[in-house]
């Protein structure tokens, strides 16, 4: 049981490029989230999916895209990288959070991206 | 919009002591209050959960309050330990869909 995995661990991007950062989870989780940490600002929450074929609009999804066409899996999109983009990117997973149960989050171990 | 407020400046405590760490919430009303720990270069790990009809939770060491009324959680950790070091999150959350977080403070237990 490997929990949430995140891959690459690191990345360097130049402004302009494209890239998809990845998420799986092997708990059957419904709940999906990307959130992106920068310093002093706390995770924001970018986009989330409540089941495959749903998604929808974080805090800053801007330049961000997601897909969740399975359960296991949520890719985040960068369309064309820039410097404001550089961030540290954390997925994560719950059973569901609609419930009121408040189910806790588990995340993965986060990308590092620098956009230069 | 909702907001989450922790102490930005990191609380230095001796070993054995009592660290108190403070979350306060505006503008929406949770049915329930999360808090993480992060270490560093790691995702934060769920540690407890107190909902709005409790007023206090333990686990081992840890104890969680929950003041709706004054939209505030306080976390403590008792006889801390410097392995407790790490940054605490505060996560209060709701019955929708989107979960968010306080900036987090960072607690330093030194021996």
């Known amino acids: 049981n490997a929990g949430v995995t995140q891959t690459p661990k690191f990345q360097v991007l130049k402004t302009g490029q494209s890239m998809t950062l990845q998420c799986a989870q092997d708990m059957n989780h419904e709940y999906m989230s990307w959130y992106r940490q920068d310093p002093g600002m706390g995770l924001r929450l970018i986009h989330y999916?409540?089941?495959?074929?749903?998604?929808d609009q974080g805090e800053v999804p801007n330049g961000y895209n997601v897909s969740r066409s399975t359960t296991e899996d949520f890719p985040l999109r960068l369309l064309s990288a820039a410097p404001s983009q550089t961030s540290v990117y954390f997925c994560a997973s719950s059973y569901s959070i609609r419930d009121g149960s408040g189910s806790p989050l588990h995340f993965g171990n986060g990308t590092r991206l620098t956009v230069t | 919009s909702q907001k989450i407020e922790q102490n930005s400046e990191a609380l230095n405590i001796q070993e054995g002591k009592t660290a108190t760490l403070t979350c306060n919430y505006t503008n929406y009303s949770p049915a329930y209050l999360q808090w993480y720990r992060q270490d560093p270069g790691r995702g934060p790990v769920f540690l407890l959960l107190i909902r709005e009809n409790e007023k206090e939770k333990r686990k081992e060491r840890l104890k969680v309050t929950f003041d709706t009324t004054l939209k505030q959680s306080l976390f403590h950790i008792t006889a801390s330990q410097p392995a407790d070091s790490a940054t605490y999150l505060c996560a209060p959350g709701d019955n929708f869909n989107k979960f968010y977080f306080g900036s987090g403070t960072k607690l330093n237990v030194k021996p």
């Open positions: 999916s409540v089941g495959a074929g749903i998604t």
